[in-house]
């Protein structure tokens, strides 16, 4: 099988591909733009692996990503590029339609004619998986889930961007008959995920002694799953799922905000206590909310759990408190992006583009 993987220097991409090489997955070629938070060190020992290739590309460049998947000749396409994080779409949604709306027309655009080329066997199983997230389904009240059933209500122009590329994929399939099948995730975490993200947000600024800031009352809650469950999820979606079905992903963790972040100061309590001996829940700062940020994510993944036997695996203490190790052991990888454009502050708030 030969599979191509948009989005895969970055956290949630680079673990797919990382996977992918280490089972002989015949070829696997990395598309990434490598904007700020794509980077290429986070594909490890697949990097350099005689099955790997890596390809600098934007997929909102048509021409650029015809040639791409012409010599990569895929099976499987794995659509995960996108931008990502709420924070900076309210602060500069352009580039959101850009990459996620336009990017991904243009994949299908040319996954499409990929795929019409394609004979026998190779068409019958080439699947375009397009990744998308939760979000797109808005807020849940205290009490309920988001299924494949739950309609789209996006408050950001993230999740609205995102929501946009979903409708697109369906389109593609319903319009063209091209084989995708969709996925909405949880919250991921993991090791190597960008550190703007809640939980490593919170490991580097208690690793540094700086204050740990917590929009509101910390009350919000998220469904998170490890990024490792994510990609088994993932592979097995590309090989059994039903064609034009779409398949809510889940760790089934639900926590609040402040939880999260006081099971972070309780790991780093043990693992690498303060000089001074304090504790490092009392750096916790609440600050005031942002615009538009839903209540509760919580998804019932059900369906896959049952049609194609799938089930996260992590339970979040064991996953959390590995991730909290991860960051310390590999405090190198995650300076080196904080000495660049990104310095673990919140973004964009000097220089707000909402046009």
């Not at 004979?119 to 080439?126: H, I, K, L, V």
């Not at 319009?175 to 919250?187: E, H, I, K, R």
């Not at 919580?298 to 991860?326: C, H, K, M, N, Y």
């Amino acid at each position: 099988m030969r599979a191509l993987v948009t989005g895969g220097a970055g956290f949630i991409g680079s673990a797919l591909v990382r996977a992918l090489v280490r089972d002989g997955v015949e070829r696997v070629v990395t598309v990434d733009k490598l904007t700020y938070a794509g980077n290429v060190e986070s594909l490890g020992d697949a990097r350099h692996a005689p099955n790997h290739e890596f390809a600098q590309v934007d997929i909102a460049e048509q021409d650029a990503v015809r040639a791409t998947i012409a010599a990569a000749d895929p099976d499987v396409i794995y659509h995960l590029a996108a931008e990502s994080h709420v924070d900076r779409s309210i602060d500069g949604p352009r580039v959101f339609v850009e990459t996620n709306v336009l990017g991904t027309f243009t994949m299908l655009a040319e996954a499409l004619r990929h795929w019409k080329a394609l004979e026998g066997a190779r068409r019958e199983r080439f699947r375009f998986v397009h990744v998308s997230t939760d979000e797109v389904f808005g807020s849940l009240g205290p009490t309920g889930f988001f299924d494949e059933s739950t309609a789209y209500d996006p408050s950001s122009p993230y999740s609205a961007s995102k929501a946009a590329s979903d409708h697109l994929a369906r389109a593609w399939h319903r319009t063209y008959a091209l084989p995708v099948v969709v996925t909405n995730c949880s919250n991921n975490y993991g090791p190597y995920q960008f550190p703007e993200k809640l939980i490593p947000h919170m490991i580097v600024r208690a690793i540094d002694n700086r204050s740990l800031p917590v929009y509101g009352a910390g009350a919000n809650v998220r469904d998170w799953l490890h990024v490792e469950d994510h990609v088994s999820a993932l592979r097995t979606v590309s090989a059994r799922a039903e064609v034009g079905a779409t398949y809510l992903i889940s760790g089934r963790n639900e926590h609040r905000n402040i939880d999260v972040v006081r099971a972070i100061c309780a790991a780093l309590d043990e693992l690498r206590p303060r000089t001074d001996g304090r504790p490092y829940a009392e750096m916790i700062e609440l600050v005031a909310d942002r615009p538009g940020h839903d209540l509760r994510y919580a998804i019932d993944p059900s369906r896959i759990e049952s049609s194609l036997g799938w089930r996260a695996a992590t339970g979040f203490e064991q996953g959390l408190r590995e991730t909290v190790r991860w960051y310390l052991d590999h405090e190198s990888w995650w300076r080196r992006i904080l000495s660049g454009e990104y310095r673990a502050d919140r973004v964009g708030l000097a220089d707000r583009d909402t046009s």
